[in-house]
């Protein structure tokens, strides 16, 4: 074969692989199409726990860490800047509208080690279960920066609601 038959070739090869990177990705948020973030702020009069800096890293299906949602502002991962108040998390993305899980959609806070193509040291990443619109229960792995994760969750753990389980 000859040099150009070769470059031919691998030019080929390259279109039909980035062709299914964007056909899969289409489907994806197809799939997800249903699921959203609660955008909005924090309720008047609501007090602030704690904040933290970091990078946001996934959200996921429930105890699937390596099933990326494409909930729309929360498909690609991110610096972040999170907010613990008596109401919720607030999460604040560059270019996306603030986000904010109230206390009522929490389901579970944790630390994990692994999600979707981050692995980092045992437990440093935070793992915030909440319930979507719909009632998906999802994860979101968050990263602390300045902070460990142990302190983000001990930040969160106060306004979960008793009583609820994944």
Same mark, same amino acid.
């Not at 692989?17 to 924090?42: E, K, N, Y």
């Not at 270019?95 to 193509?117: E, F, K």
């Given at each position: 074969?000859?040099?150009? *038959?070769?470059?031919?070739v691998m030019i080929v090869v390259a279109v039909a692989l980035l062709g299914a990177l964007v056909w899969a990705w289409m489907r994806r948020t197809r799939r997800d199409a249903g699921l959203s973030t609660p955008i909005g702020d924090v309720p008047a009069g609501a007090r602030e726990l704690a904040a933290f800096?970091? =990078?946001?890293?996934?959200?996921?299906?429930? @105890?699937?860490?390596?099933?990326?949602?494409?909930?729309? *502002?929360? &498909?690609? #991962?991110?610096?972040?800047?999170?907010?613990?108040?008596?109401?919720?998390?607030?999460?604040?993305?560059?270019? !996306?509208? #603030?986000?904010? /899980?109230?206390?009522? #959609?929490?389901?579970?806070? *944790? !630390?994990?080690?692994? &999600?979707?193509?981050?692995?980092?040291?045992?437990?440093? =990443? &935070?793992?915030?279960?909440?319930?979507?619109?719909?009632?998906?229960?999802?994860?979101?792995? =968050?990263?602390? !920066?300045?902070?460990?994760? #142990?302190? /983000?969750? @001990? &930040?969160?753990?106060?306004?979960?609601?008793?009583?609820?389980?994944?």
């Amino acid at each position: 074969m000859s040099r150009e *038959g070769a470059l031919v070739v691998m030019i080929v090869v390259a279109v039909a692989l980035l062709g299914a990177l964007v056909w899969a990705w289409m489907r994806r948020t197809r799939r997800d199409a249903g699921l959203s973030t609660p955008i909005g702020d924090v309720p008047a009069g609501a007090r602030e726990l704690a904040a933290f800096s970091g =990078l946001y890293v996934a959200t996921t299906r429930h @105890d699937e860490p390596l099933e990326r949602l494409a909930i729309r *502002g929360l &498909a690609f #991962r991110s610096r972040a800047e999170v907010r613990v108040t008596d109401a919720g998390v607030v999460l604040d993305l560059p270019g !996306q509208p #603030r986000m904010l /899980l109230p206390a009522d #959609r929490l389901v579970d806070i *944790g !630390q994990a080690s692994v &999600a979707i193509d981050r692995v980092v040291e045992r437990d440093g =990443l &935070a793992r915030v279960s909440w319930r979507t619109d719909d009632g998906t229960v999802v994860d979101t792995y =968050l990263r602390p !920066q300045g902070a460990s994760a #142990r302190a /983000l969750v @001990d &930040a969160i753990r106060p306004i979960l609601p008793t009583g609820d389980a994944a």
